[in-house]
T-cell receptor, first 116, second 114 residues
Framework: GESVGLHLPTLSVQEGDNSIINCAYS??????FIWYKQESGKGPQFIID?????DKRQGQRVTVLLNKTVKHLSLQIAATQPGDSAVYFC???????????????FGKGTHLIIQP | DAGVIQSPRHEVTEMGQEVTLRCKPI?????LFWYRQTMMRGLELLIY????????DSGMPEDRFSAKMPNASFSTLKIQPSEPRDSAVYFC????????????FGDGTRLSIL
């Protein structure tokens, strides 16, 4: 989900469990989506991307699902590890930017905490 | 392989001073982006360049902000004069091509204006 101000949504999962992080994007014209992971004191790190002509894409331990009907994106992380603890951002890129809102539009982020 | 390199990592200065942030993109990347991250507003795009030419600076908050890219391996973001509300983490990112290519981020400059 989205957050306002200082409070990020937090997802706490047990080590070894699967986690699902959700993101509602805003623009039906967006054609490209990315998930980033950000650890404290570091920049966003690319995890996985998906184009709008796909509804699912898998990487190593991660899967991204795209539902264009409801403008929803999710990131599934299998068998979570302590190193997965971070803030996760979804980002979208508009297809019709045409000199307007170029670059990526980021969600507010979700804080994933892995419990030992 | 070297990623995006930003300097300084931290900057603390008094309001009214000029601040210059630096970025070296990944070699071969033709797009360079400057973002700002705050708790209240998250990650916001400020400006981006293609082949060293500024394409969209609509995210630059005020005339106090300016960015240059004199060559393919270097960009600066300057704030003059700086104000306390400019305090944030500033990120530089680069990508090869623009459409459907992920941007790769540096580790940012944490700027504090007193």
């Amino acid at each position: 989900g989205e957050s306002v101000g200082l409070h990020l949504p937090t997802l706490s999962v047990q080590e070894g469990d699967n986690s699902i992080i959700n993101c509602a994007y805003s623009n039906s014209a967006s054609d490209y989506f990315i998930w980033y992971k950000q650890e404290s004191g570091k920049g966003p790190q690319f995890i996985i991307d998906i184009r709008s002509n796909m509804d699912k894409r898998q990487g190593q331990r991660v899967t991204v699902l795209l539902n264009k009907t409801v403008k929803h994106l999710s990131l599934q992380i299998a068998a979570t590890q302590p190193g997965d603890s971070a803030v996760y951002f979804c980002a979208e890129r508009r297809a019709d930017s045409g000199g307007g809102a170029d670059g990526l539009t980021f969600g507010k982020g979700t804080h994933l905490i892995i419990q030992p | 392989d070297a990623g995006v390199i930003q300097s300084p990592r931290h900057e603390v200065t008094e309001m009214g001073q000029e601040v210059t942030l630096r970025c070296k993109p990944i070699s071969g990347h033709d797009y360079l982006f400057w973002y700002r991250q705050t708790m209240m507003r998250g990650l916001e795009l400020l400006i981006y360049f293609n082949n060293n030419v500024p394409i969209d600076d609509s995210g630059m908050p005020e005339d106090r902000f300016s960015a240059k890219m004199p060559n393919a391996s270097f960009s600066t973001l300057k704030i003059q004069p700086s104000e306390p509300r400019d305090s944030a983490v500033y990120f530089c990112a680069s990508s090869f091509g623009y459409s459907n290519q992920p941007q790769h981020f540096g580790d940012g400059t944490r700027l504090s204006i007193l």
